[in-house]
């Protein structure tokens, strides 16, 4: 899909010299019954067959909207952008003027100097003394940072620290006594329930919108280290940085982001899971920063195309398709090809479960990863580094090669292999059949079938006349490098 036509959209309001005409646009949001909610959730288990009950009554988020919409703020930010020393151009020209092409490129002098941005966003207070969590975006460049409460109360804020990795903030206000929200528990969250959240969209200050939650632990592009709560909830520019509470008046989220094609609301919202948030605040007031665990390895996901070229019993785990040289995961043995199926004890069931395990990990401590390496499960000890500049664990994905492939290769003379910092490699110069629907392009340079390096073309066509169906090619491709399943059968 083109990838214009697939943009997750931050929702900040957008910024203007002042902000003098809001468009407003009918929506509906049609709500589904309980039945219909519980169904959605439905899992195999005793508890979610259970009987739904007949007499249930359509869900009520009044005493939620009434015991903690007051702890829920808007958030007004000031920039300050130069001015250029023209303004724009001379006013009432049309382009169907003729004297617009005449006229057209002149500008109107103006003086130089700051010009005033303002931006809208949410937040919620979680400790009576004015601490504050927003979403790192909304804070954005900042110059002032203004507070405003339900009782129409208005506080300067001084911003305590960002952590842009989450897009998360916080926030402190001189005040005492403020109404608070209650802190729920993320993991208990369930697919199919009903959450509310409370913001201002688009300035409409504390509106309410419900809905249910669509998924957990979803990643998304750029934000390799939050495991998103998706939900339909109804969210918009100035939502940013507000509540999502679930049934019981406890927030479980942060709304963050929407996934849209026109930049407004299409029923796909993501909320940074509170325990997440908790973390992160916690670190920022204690040391102004956060600090994060560091592997040094590039995953990706693992299809079940490529759970059948490893040999695994089902398409899990975290595929590593490169390891930094120096990094915890090199000193301690990981290579290209192990599958990562657990950390700690916590099973990796996507790629996107780990970053978030490691980055909660304790620069400096040891982690206990168990692995499938070519068939056999092997279990490795590695000191947990620390994250600067590094990714901890960055998600790719994508392509294929020769005869059964379908590639058309050529060995790599001395300064090639140089300039590609590899020491062996095959230039693909054509790709068609299966290489080329598994996305296998020229300029790839093929490093490895099914963990055996590739030297040479006769190696190649050794190794692919006696494969099984599917094989795994490891692809060096600008600078990445990535596992691609490919399908010869």
């Not at 724009?88 to 006229?103: A, T």
């Not at 400790?127 to 110059?143: F, M, P, Q, R, Y």
């Not at 960002?162 to 998360?168: A, C, V, W």
Request: proline share 7%; aromatic share 6%; hydrophobic share 40%.
């Amino acid at each position: 899909m083109n990838p214009k036509a697939r943009t997750l959209v931050l929702g900040v309001l957008a910024f203007g010299i002042a902000m003098a005409v809001l468009g407003c646009y009918p929506t509906t949001h049609p709500s589904a019954s309980p039945a219909t909610s519980a169904e959605a959730g439905a899992t195999p288990s005793a508890e979610a067959n259970r009987p739904l009950d007949p007499a249930v009554t359509p869900a009520d988020f009044t005493a939620i909207v009434e015991n903690y919409g007051p702890a829920v703020v808007n958030v007004s930010v000031e920039r300050a952008i130069e001015r250029t020393g023209f303004g724009p151009r001379i006013p009432g020209l049309r382009p169907d003027d003729p004297f617009f092409e005449f006229f057209g490129g002149f500008r109107i002098p103006a003086p130089r100097g700051q010009t005033p941005l303002h931006g809208l966003g949410s937040g919620f207070i979680v400790s009576s003394d004015g601490v504050i969590l927003t979403n790192a975006h909304v804070l954005a460049d900042a110059s002032n940072v203004t507070v405003k409460l339900t009782d129409k109360r208005e506080f300067k804020a001084k911003v305590i620290g960002i952590d842009k990795l989450t897009d998360l903030a916080v926030l402190k206000i001189d005040a005492r006594n403020l109404p608070t929200v209650k802190i729920g528990k993320a993991d208990d969250v369930r697919i199919g329930e009903w959450v509310v959240a409370i913001g201002s969209p688009y300035g409409f200050e504390n509106s309410v919108t419900a809905g249910i939650v669509s998924a957990k632990s979803r990643a998304l592009p750029d934000a390799t280290y939050v495991p998103f709560i998706q939900t339909d909830v109804a969210v918009n520019p100035g939502n940013s940085g507000g509540p999502l509470f679930n049934m019981k008046g406890e927030v479980i989220g942060i709304n963050s982001q929407i996934y849209s094609r026109s930049g407004g609301y299409q029923g796909l919202s993501f909320a940074i899971p509170i325990n997440v948030a908790l973390d992160v605040q916690d670190q920022l007031l204690r040391h102004g920063k956060v600090t994060r665990g560091w592997l040094g390895v590039t995953i990706q996901n693992v299809n079940q195309a490529l759970a059948d070229s490893f040999g695994l019993n089902k398409p899990a785990g975290a595929l590593v398709s490169s390891v930094e040289k120096g990094s915890p995961a090199a000193n301690a043995g990981l290579m290209p090809g192990d599958v990562i199926l657990r950390f700690n004890d916590e099973e990796i069931t996507s790629s996107s479960d780990l970053p978030a395990l490691v980055a909660g990990s304790k620069p400096g401590t040891a982690a206990t990863l168990e692995v499938m390496r070519k068939g056999t499960t092997k279990h490795l000890v590695l000191i947990i580094g620390e994250l600067e500049d590094h990714n901890i664990a960055s998600a790719d994905v994508a392509e294929e090669d020769q005869a059964r492939l379908g590639v058309v290769v050529r060995p790599l003379d001395p300064e090639e292999l140089k300039q590609a910092g590899v020491s062996n490699g095959l230039m693909v110069e054509d790709s068609t059949g299966p290489a080329a629907r598994a996305g296998i392009r020229p300029g790839d340079i093929i490093l490895s079938l099914n963990n055996t390096p590739v030297k040479s073309v006769e190696q190649l066509r050794a190794l692919v006349s006696k494969a099984g169906k599917h094989v795994a090619l490891l692809v060096l491709r600008d600078e990445t490098r990535i596992f691609v399943p490919v399908n010869i059968g």
